[in-house]
T-cell receptor
Framework: NAGVTQTPKFQVLKTGQSMTLQCAQDMNHEYMSWYRQDPGMGLRLIHYSVGAGITDQGEVPNGYNVSRSTTEDFPLRLLSAAPSQTSVYFC????????????FGQGTRLTVV | AQSVTQPDIHITVSEGASLELRCNYSYGATPYLFWYVQSPGQGLQLLLK??????LVQGIKGFEAEFKRSQSSFNLRKPSVHWSDAAEYFCAVGGYSTLTFGKGTMLLVSP
């Protein structure tokens, strides 16, 4: 049972490049979310989705785009990477929204140079 | 707006000693509260959760937490810490549509 799968695990980008962080879950969860984790800052919500076709912004959405075309997938796009986006990114899913257990992927460590 | 405060950035505990990690929350309605643990290089794993009912909740790995509405607190406890408990611990509050985390407490276990 895979749970939440994130790819890639590590990535180095140059400033201005674009990329997509992939997230897939096989638990048929409606709610999915993206967080970034920075030292001393905890996890901060970037975007979330309550179901296919529905997305909304979290605490730190600037510089990131998301879409949700299927229940399983919730990719995070960086349109023009900046050094401030160097972080560890986590995708999570849950069956009942923000009030039920969140299942996390293993994370993507992104460095922007 | 909902928020979580974890006042201790680092805590060092001797192996076998008891542990208490503090968490204070701010939320306008009945809170949905969680404790997650993160081992180095890993994602987060749920330790326990509180929605309603008994204010003392039991979790995995011998952890428990007590909800105190009057103090807006949800402190995590363990009677005897093992070296494998060394990790970062996050308290979180679930609102209507978003889950908000505290900044975390790093637990170090000394021999």
């Amino acid at each position: 049972n895979a749970g939440v799968t994130q790819t890639p695990k590590f990535q180095v980008l140059k400033t201005g490049q674009s990329m997509t962080l992939q997230c897939a879950q096989d638990m048929n969860h409606e709610y999915m979310s993206w967080y970034r984790q920075d030292p001393g800052m905890g996890l901060r919500l970037i975007h979330y989705s309550v179901g296919a076709g529905i997305t909304d912004q979290g605490e730190v959405p600037n510089g990131y785009n998301v879409s949700r075309s299927t229940t399983e997938d919730f990719p995070l796009r960086l349109l023009s990477a900046a050094p401030s986006q160097t972080s560890v990114y986590f995708c999570a899913s849950s069956y009942g929204g923000a009030r039920t257990e969140a299942f996390f992927g293993q994370g993507t460590r992104l460095t922007v140079v | 707006a909902q928020s979580v405060t974890q006042p201790d950035i680092h805590i060092t505990v001797s192996e076998g000693a008891s542990l208490e990690l503090r968490c204070n929350y701010s939320y306008g309605a009945t809170p949905y509260l969680f404790w997650y643990v993160q081992s180095p290089g890993q994602g987060l794993q749920l330790l326990l959760k509180y929605f309603s009912g008994d204010t003392l909740v039991q979790g995995i790995k011998g952890f428990e937490a007590e909800f105190k509405r009057s103090q807006s607190s949800f402190n995590l406890r363990k009677p005897s810490v093992h070296w494998s408990d060394a990790a970062e611990y996050f308290c979180a509050v679930g609102g209507y549509s978003t889950l908000t985390f505290g900044k975390g407490t790093m637990l170090l276990v000394s021999p």
